[in-house]
C-alpha cells in the first residue's frame, strides 16, 4: 500500500509591506486595535501586474528544491485559491505552463480560506486512486485584490503571498505522509463571509463581505470539532501532535484552538502577525515557515486546520517528509 508522503515545501511573499499605520492613513484604524484584535502587525501585497499565478510558481519552485523532483516528475498540480488570474482556464493551467510541467494535468480548488485543506484531501484520493504519483498543492492568493479599502472592518485583515507541498506516492512505513482528513460546508452561512459579485450575478470582480463576530464563533467550535474527528479516526489524540499548523485568520482563533488542543506555545507555528489572513496560502505559508525555521522535521506529526466562506473548513493530519 502506497502511502501520500509531503517531501518538500516552498513559500513566497510579494516584496511590499503594508503596516497597520500605513493603513491608518487612509482608513478609520489603527495599530492598537489591529494588533488587539486580531495579532496582525503587517501584511504582503502584490503589486498590479503580479498575478496570483506567479505568487504560486515561486513557491512551487521552492517546493521542487526541496523535494528534489524534477518538474517534468510532476503529473498532478492542484492550486487552492479564491483570486485566480481570469475567470477561467484554471490558474492551476497558467501555473502549469510558466513552471513548465508538461506532463501534468492541473486544476483549481475553490473553497476560499479552507482550499488548501480541501486541496490537499483532493490530491490524496486520487493519489491513493493512482492518478497522479507526484503532485504539486499549492494555496495561492492576491486577496488585497478583494478588498473594499474603506472597509475598515475587513482591509485590515488580509494579505497576499502563497505556499505549496509537494506530495509522493510511495510504498512507505505506515503512519507516514497524509494520515487523516475531514472536510465539511454548511451553506447556510454562506451569508456571512462572501463577495458581493461575480460572473453570474453582478458580472463585477465584488469585494468581500463579513460579519466577523458570526465568523469567530463558528470557526473556534468548527475547527475543535474537525481536529476531534480526524484525531479520533486516526486513533491518535492531541498529546501526539507535533506542530498545529492552523490557518492564520487571527491569533485569538489560534489561541482558542491550541487552547482546546491543550497545546503549549512550543507546538503551534503563528504567522498571522506578518503574513495576515492569505486565505488558501496561509497553511503551506506557515508550514514552510516552520520547516524553514527547523521546527518541523521529518517524523514529525502536523495538525492542519483551517475554515472559510461557504461555510467550508476541514483538518488533517501529516506525518512531514520520509522515514530515515
Ligand atoms: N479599526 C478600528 N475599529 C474597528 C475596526 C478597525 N479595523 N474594525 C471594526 N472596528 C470597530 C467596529 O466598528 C466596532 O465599533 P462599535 O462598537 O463602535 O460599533 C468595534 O470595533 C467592534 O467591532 P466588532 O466587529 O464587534 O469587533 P470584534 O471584536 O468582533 O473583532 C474581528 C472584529 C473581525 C477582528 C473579529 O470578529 C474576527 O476576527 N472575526 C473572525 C474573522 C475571520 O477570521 N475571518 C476570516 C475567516 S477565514
Not at 122 to 137: D, E, R
Not at 138 to 149: N, Q, R, S, V, Y
Not at 202 to 225: P, S
Request: hydrophobic fraction near 40%; aromatic fraction near 6%.
Amino acid at each position: 500500500m502506497k502511502q501520500i508522503l509531503m517531501t518538500g515545501v516552498g513559500a513566497y511573499l510579494p516584496e511590499t509591506i503594508l503596516t497597520n499605520d500605513d493603513l491608518s492613513k487612509f482608513v478609520d484604524t489603527d495599530d492598537n486595535w489591529i494588533r488587539q484584535r486580531t495579532g496582525i502587525i503587517s501584511r504582503r501585497k502584490a503589486n498590479p501586474e503580479e498575478l496570483t499565478s506567479d505568487l504560486a510558481v515561486k513557491a512551487a519552485n521552492q517546493a521542487l528544491l526541496s523535494s528534489g523532483l524534477n518538474v517534468l516528475d510532476i503529473d498532478c498540480i492542484i492550486v487552492a485559491t479564491t483570486t485566480p488570474d481570469c475567470t477561467f482556464p484554471a490558474t492551476a493551467t497558467i501555473v502549469q505552463e510558466k513552471l513548465g510541467a508538461l506532463n501534468a494535468f492541473a486544476f483549481d480548488v475553490q473553497a476560499v480560506c479552507a482550499g488548501f485543506v480541501y486541496a490537499l484531501s483532493v490530491a490524496n484520493g486520487l493519489m491513493s486512486a493512482g492518478q497522479g504519483s507526484n503532485t504539486l498543492v499549492i494555496g495561492a492568493e492576491t486577496f488585497t485584490k478583494l478588498l473594499d479599502w474603506r472597509d475598515r472592518s475587513t482591509c485590515v485583515l488580509f494579505g497576499d503571498g502563497a505556499g505549496a507541498v509537494v506530495l509522493q506516492a510511495e510504498k512507505s512505513e505506515e503512519g507516514y505522509g497524509i494520515i487523516a482528513n475531514t472536510l465539511h460546508s454548511d451553506g447556510r452561512y454562506k451569508d456571512i463571509l462572501y463577495v458581493d459579485g461575480g460572473v453570474s450575478s453582478t458580472g463585477t470582480i465584488g469585494h468581500v463581505k463579513m460579519q466577523g463576530r458570526d465568523v469567530f464563533k463558528h470557526a473556534v467550535e468548527k475547527l475543535a470539532a474537525a481536529m476531534d474527528e480526524v484525531l479520533h479516526i486516526s486513533n491518535l489524540t492531541s498529546d501526539d501532535i507535533d506542530w498545529l499548523v492552523p490557518h492564520q485568520a487571527n491569533i485569538r482563533i489560534i489561541n482558542a484552538m491550541q487552547k482546546k488542543l491543550n497545546l503549549p506555545d512550543e507546538k503551534v507555528i503563528k504567522t498571522v502577525s506578518h503574513h495576515a489572513n492569505t486565505s488558501a496560502a496561509s497553511i503551506p505559508l506557515a508550514l514552510t515557515s516552520g520547516v524553514e525555521s527547523g521546527k518541523i522535521k521529518s517524523g514529525h506529526l502536523l495538525a492542519l486546520e483551517a475554515i472559510g466562506g461557504g461555510l467550508s473548513w476541514g483538518a488533517s493530519l501529516v506525518r512531514y517528509g520520509r522515514p530515515v
